[in-house]
């Protein structure tokens, strides 16, 4: 049996899936309807959100890559997204359509990297998908702190932001199918 190479970026991939149920926790949990809970899961979010940053920078940077962090790494950042938007909805923070729509999008780039890796094609980000992450990212801190009970121009932000990412998730599904439709077409999937 190969043995599976723990090292720093794969270490800090593991910490973030294990942040994701500290992170519902503060969300969702009866005693977490209030500001400090809301304020330990923003800190979670952002300190989940910074290992992904990092651990890629690290990875690329020092030669590090592995095929468990291939992996794990985009899981990581699904769960963690998916975690969140799967609270809003209880929260009644989000539409449930918006994120039906940013799940959708996310299963489905997936599923079609994966099966563009088995034919030898990589499906890099694109500039729509990181305005699409960057997008849901804002979203998802506004989200989280939901000052916008309190204050109005909140409001208008997250409802913004909620826009935004909407748009962007489809615009971005909608360029990477574009850019990848010979690859479609030519029964490569």
């Not at 969140?84 to 929260?91: N, Q, T, W």
């Not at 409802?159 to 489809?170: E, M, Y």
């Amino acid at each position: 049996m190969k043995k599976l190479n723990m090292n720093l970026p794969n270490k800090l991939t593991i910490l973030r899936v294990l942040l994701v149920p500290f992170f519902v926790l503060f969300m969702l949990a009866p005693f977490a309807q209030n500001r400090a809970c809301s304020i330990i899961a923003f800190i979670i979010f952002i300190g989940a959100s910074l290992t992904d940053m990092f651990d890629g920078m690290i990875a690329r940077k020092y030669n590090l890559v592995t095929n468990f962090g291939k992996f794990m790494d985009p899981l990581a950042d699904k769960l963690l997204v998916c975690s969140a938007l799967i609270c809003f909805v209880s929260l009644k923070r989000i539409p449930t359509v918006v994120v039906l729509v940013i799940i959708a999008r996310e299963f489905i780039i997936s599923g079609f990297r994966l099966i563009a890796a088995e034919q030898g094609v990589v499906i890099a980000a694109s500039y729509w998908g990181k305005f699409k992450t960057v997008s849901q990212m804002v979203m998802t801190a506004l989200l989280i702190l939901h000052l916008g009970d309190q204050i109005h121009v909140f409001k208008v932000l997250e409802i913004v932001f909620i826009c935004l990412a909407t748009i962007l998730t489809v615009v971005s599904l909608c360029d990477y199918l574009w850019k990848n439709k010979d690859l479609l077409m030519n029964g490569g999937i």
